[in-house]
């Protein structure tokens, strides 16, 4: 158990330097207008699907709706955001465990891709 917290611990800090490098343009992300593979039956993709890669490893970012159930016919709508190491087939690898981080990565790589900043900058006369 000890092992896979150590893990855990240090996939979080991973995310936080790939939030920071993405920030600071030094990791520069893709819109990629596939799907994943291997979505759940109930699990449908939102908006874009973001790619790029990091150390010779594909990263692929999305946003989700799935379906939880809570009785047999009864279920809630909930949303999530995978951060995943891909294959060249684009097929998931592993998962990176969810965190806070997660969705601030996936703020600041929309903010990057509609290029959010350059729209301010001529409007605003910046």
Not at 24 to 30: A, M, Q, R, T, V
Not at 88 to 109: G, H, K, T
């Amino acid at each position: 158990m000890i092992q896979f917290e150590k893990e855990e611990d240090r996939s979080s800090k991973a995310i936080t330097k790939i939030l920071r490098q993405t920030l600071e343009g030094e990791i520069l992300w893709k819109i990629d207008n596939g799907r994943p593979n291997n979505l759940g039956a109930e699990e449908y993709v939102i908006g874009h699907v973001y790619k790029t890669d990091v150390l010779d490893k594909h990263l692929r970012l999305y946003k989700y709706k799935s379906k939880f159930f809570t009785d047999y016919l009864e279920y809630t709508m909930i949303e999530g955001i995978k951060l995943q190491f891909v294959d060249n087939n684009d097929n998931p690898e592993w998962e990176f465990p969810y965190s806070n981080a997660v969705d601030d990565l996936y703020r600041a790589i929309s903010y990057q891709t509609s290029e959010v900043k350059d729209f301010f900058e001529k409007l605003l006369g910046d």
